[in-house]
């Protein structure tokens, strides 16, 4: 079935309804100013080889099921919240580019492709897998690429996310251990792959595995490999140097040089945040650390 959109129209998908795409199947603007598809329940391709159009601006806030073939969004897709699951050998696409933001969430084995920018959350895989990311991937300050390690082979036991184009990288990455499975040192897993790169990731969390043991990012012109290293157990006592007018803070600690360390923070001592992660290249090591909002919140700081 094809729809026909007319002047500045909005369609809103509610929480408890779902808009069934078949193969083929198109939703075009016809005049006007432009209308927009704003989902907050399901929209789902299930079935089918061809490509189903989405011709209007689409906001999500639901959920984006694309299990076969390519659903293509002609004006656009932006992500608000929620997430958009592209399964193996599926494929969504947006010719305005697709804009993934805080809450949102890109995830499964199939390729989104059109051009990138996550400041949410990229899941390759529903567990494992490789998530295909085409035209190029930019990654903002709070964006989140999510890596799980479950074994040495690619895409069947650790997660990969394949770049075709650039990736300016930013945000975090983040590594977690599923099944048990402890690498040993000198492991190497290939996780990001790319045609070129600007930048890295800003802050890692998870990357210390125990055992004496850290999964640290290696960067080259085109991947990112992670690899399991001895790193030395020194953890330092982070002190307080100067706190200033305004709230924020001044810490310092002993470092050794070359170490890597991790800035974390808590509210409750319970759960833990990654604040920075920096490898020291003098004997002793300075950060200032912004004042909690609202001002009446206590926070924690660790090194690991």
């Known amino acids: 079935m094809n729809y026909s959109v007319g002047d500045n129209a909005i369609i809103r998908i509610m929480p408890t309804g779902e808009l069934r795409v078949g193969p083929s199947e198109s939703m075009q ?11 907050r329940g399901r929209v789902t391709k299930l079935s089918g080889n061809g490509t189903a159009y989405v011709g209007v601006r689409f906001l999500n ?27 193996e050998h599926a494929e969504f696409r947006s010719d305005r580019g697709l804009t993934n933001f805080y ?57 990969q996310v394949m770049i075709e184009g650039k990736a300016a990288l930013g945000g975090m990455l983040g590594i977690k251990l599923l099944n048990e499975f402890n690498p040993v040192a000198g492991d190497r897993f290939e996780v990001m792959t790319f045609q070129s790169r600007s930048g890295e990731f800003r802050v890692k969390a998870g990357e210390f595995i125990g055992n004496g043991l850290a999964l640290e990012p290696e960067y080259s012109a085109t991947s990112i490999t992670l690899v399991a290293r001895q790193v030395n157990p020194l953890k330092p006592r982070l002190t307080l140097i100067d706190s200033s007018l305004d709230g924020n803070r001044s810490w310092g600690w002993n470092t050794v040089l070359t170490q890597g360390y991790q800035v974390e923070y808590s509210s409750d001592l319970l759960v833990w945040f990654v604040y920075t992660n920096l490898t020291a290249n003098v004997a002793s090591t300075q950060l200032v650390l912004p004042a909690p909002q609202p001002p009446a919140q206590t926070l924690f700081y660790r090194l690991r």
Do not use: C
């Open 103 to 159: 809450s949102g969430k890109f995830l499964g084995s199939g390729r989104i492709s059109g051009g990138t920018t996550n400041y949410g959350m990229l899941y390759p895989g529903k567990s494992r897998g490789i998530l295909t990311v085409g035209d190029g991937l930019t990654q903002g300050d709070s964006g989140r690429v999510q890596i799980e390690i479950g074994g040495r082979r690619a895409g069947i036991e650790f997660d």
């Open 61 to 87: 806030d639901g959920v984006v099921i694309v299990s076969r073939g390519k659903l293509q969004a002609s004006l656009g897709y932006t992500q608000e919240g929620g997430y958009t699951e592209v399964d």
């Open 29 to 39: 603007w016809s005049k006007g100013a432009l209308p927009l598809l704003h989902n």
